[in-house]
């Protein structure tokens, strides 16, 4: 069986830590800024990670 091949899309989004958990950066603070106050952009800025249940998902498409 031939190695599977991992999805681009996944690449562009998410990384590894070097524990092993998966990093992924906030949605919504691409436009329409205006409206959302500072104290939630300054929160969207920063890096989060995957839920659990999730991750092994993101791990085989990588």
Do not use: D, Q, Y
């Not at 329409?32 to 085989?60: D, W």
């Amino acid at each position: 069986m031939p190695k599977l091949k991992s999805k681009s899309g996944v690449k562009k989004r998410f990384a590894l830590t070097a524990t092993g958990k998966v990093k992924r950066k906030h949605a919504f603070k691409s436009h329409i800024l205006t409206k959302k106050s500072t104290k939630r952009k300054r929160a969207l800025t920063h890096t989060g990670l995957v839920s659990a249940s999730e991750a092994a998902n993101i791990k085989k498409m990588l």
